[in-house]
């Protein structure tokens, strides 16, 4: 699942640029002294600023393709993690095609980062390291989050061969007990075993790849905290990104099948009670981070004072630290109508890939910008608003692939000819034109628009109401 999304292999959030102010305002890093360095900046995913216009893209709601996306390989996970909707989701299930993939990178001329991950585990899809490769190959920097129960020698080898920048390990615990209570059908002898493996390839290999710690905070595991920074220093890990388990399942149109995660959500989160402890905890453990030179991003345990102090990127979530999430927070997901966001602000949404009536500006200030500088596709296709919306019978944007033929007609021939992501020579055929075009056709489209306009007001889309990432909090 997603970072900010509590899934078998959790996505984590982009760090910001240099200079990006308030880039993960909820987290909290604790740089390694100089005595004991970590790896290079250069080893780390950055979040790119927002493309064209960068701190104006937001007065926009058609803004142009994002230079960081975050794709899902595969939507089906081999872990069944207790916070996590990925085995309950109610949209298509899908195996990304690496043909579809390259038709995505295709239509991305301008993407500076990629997260390949979502709900499911990336490991499971039998062409993850092609796809890495093919991007890193482009100069495309290529984070992923792996819960790593699937990690061999050859896939250790890959790791460190293909390209891959950076790579979140999932680890909700320091102990077998904890872990396996958590994520369940996974064995932590054997992560573990299997983080040695990766951290021996990248040694063997003289390899740049930054690999980093994840834990999904709650009140089952706090305690954990400080043994789980010793475990991976221990294990040769120099960082370990915290994220605190919130729920936003709370919306009032929930599906059913989602109340008893939901329900789980609500007893394992941190509540008030229990932020006096966190903060006592959180303390102790920036003192020990620094003693062993490990740097510690820990989670707000207040919500942020206001969303001007959050700054433009406080949707960031999905790259790896980047990343992240995907990059991106320890959320529970869960599902809603496929509509566009309910909302007595938004605009009317037209049929698909139309304008909508109202004028192209969006109102001031959102609180979220995901929906403008970053991209989340599902590896059925989806455009979804975000990483923490997750799947797409809550909220999406569209298909971004080609329909089958007859369900619907090809772009113009003179807005082909005019877009900027037509490739020489362009295909033929009206399916292979569509699929040309389909991901700005989604972004610009009415629905998005739409969703864009309402995260601008005082009554966002239904699915923003209880985010974390909304509220400040992640």
Known sequence: MSAVLPTGSALVPPRAATGDAAAIPALDPIPAPAAQPVAPAASTPVRPAAAAGDAGVTDTLTPPLPRFAQIEPIGRCNLACRMCTVNDRGDEVAELPFERFVELIDQMPTLQELHLQGLGEPMLHPRFFDMVELAAARGIRVSANTNLTLLTESRARRCVTSGLAALSVSLDGASAGVYESIRLKASFAKVLRNLDR????????????????????????????????????????????????????????????????????????????????????????????????????????????????????IGSIGAMASPAAAPLAATASAAAPPAAPASAAAPAVAASGSSPASSPTRPAGPRCTWPWDQLYLTAAGELLPCCMVATADRASFGKVFAQAAGQGASPPAAAQAASPLAAPGAASSPAAAQASTGLLDRWHGSTAQAFRQALGTDQPPAVCRSCALYHGTF
């Open 198 to 313: 990766l951290v021996a390839a990248r040694r063997q290999a003289g390899s740049a790849l930054h690999i980093r710690g994840v834990m999904v905070l709650m009140r089952h595991n706090l305690a954990e905290l400080l043994a789980l920074i010793e475990l991976l220093h221990r294990h040769g890990v120099p960082e370990l990104l915290v994220q605190r388990l919130s729920s936003d399942l709370t919306q009032p149109d929930l599906p059913r099948r989602y109340i008893p995660i939901r329900d789980y959500v609500a007893h394992a989160e941190l509540s008030d009670a229990d932020l006096p402890q966190a903060a006592q905890v959180f303390e102790q453990s920036r003192a020990l981070a620094r003693r062993l030179g490990l740097k510690l991003c820990l989670p707000k345990l207040q919500p942020a004072a206001a969303a001007s102090e959050r700054g433009a990127s």
